[in-house]
């Protein structure tokens, strides 16, 4: 074997070792949930409860202190990672800006929109991701005055209707609400129908959710409530922030 036959074997025998250690740390299970950013919340849940409170009473008054929404210092800032306060699940109408709402800017709320402001696979993996590996301290499940997507849920449990495409399969989760408020009695079955499926939903989150969530509530470092918007007057009504029922760790 000449001396080129070593340094070969040498090279590959090194690029071996070296795709081996690479292997190595890239085979294993992924980070811990929760140590993607590991910084803590600046805010504890009450703060920042309290923080979307003010910023819509200051929408509310005019006197909306505005927040830097994109300046290039803002930009830089959050650039390599994110710290949001809350965690927004509301309804996709074009009337309900939340960082409008509560007067935050750029990289402070974590927002998850559809229609209706309901809960499926892809809304839950996002709220678990904002928790667990954002370190999020407050949920706010957050309809609004005249929503069309429990207009519709009322349609079909008042009328029978049905609607094409997947705008039916959209609404389906919303029944149940609608069933419940027309159940309780109410003479606004729609506005009734609107904050029974917000509370349904927070209640879905504070017992049935994952223990990567389930945990922090029991710890106190997360909070989940339930608002209303007004369209009219521009209000925000937190009306279910009482403590949960005993989480159930799902199996």
Not at 199 to 211: I, M, Y
Request: with cysteine.
């Amino acid at each position: 074997m000449d001396h080129s036959d070593l340094s070969r074997r040498a090279l590959l025998g090194g690029a071996a070792a070296t795709a081996s250690l690479a292997l190595a740390a890239t085979a294993g299970a992924a980070p811990p949930i929760g140590t993607a950013n590991p910084a803590p919340p600046s805010l504890t849940p009450n703060q920042s409860l309290a923080a979307l409170k003010k910023g819509n009473r200051d929408f509310l008054s005019g006197r909306l202190v505005e927040p830097d929404r994109g300046g290039r210092r803002r930009r830089l800032e959050i650039a390599r990672a994110q710290y949001p306060i809350a965690v927004l699940v509301s309804c996709s109408d074009s009337r309900v800006p939340p960082e409008l709402l509560f007067g935050r800017g750029l990289g402070e709320l974590f927002i998850i929109r559809n229609a209706g402001n309901t809960i499926d696979t892809v809304a839950m993996g996002s709220l678990e991701y904002a928790v667990a590996e954002l370190n999020v301290p407050l949920v706010v499940v957050m309809g609004h005055e005249r929503c069309g997507a429990v207009a519709a849920a009322v349609s079909v449990v008042e009328k029978g209707t049905t609607f094409p495409g997947s705008i039916g399969r959209m609404v389906e989760p919303i029944i149940p609400a609608v069933l419940a408020a027309r159940a309780a009695g109410t003479r606004d079955l729609l506005d009734a129908s609107v904050r029974a499926n917000v509370s349904r939903t927070v209640d879905r989150l504070r017992r049935f959710s994952e223990p990567m969530v389930l945990d922090r509530i029991r710890a106190g470092r997360l909070r989940i409530i339930g608002a209303r918007y007004d369209l009219d007057d521009g209000n925000v009504d937190f009306f279910d922030e009482g403590v949960a029922s005993a989480p159930q760790v799902r199996r």
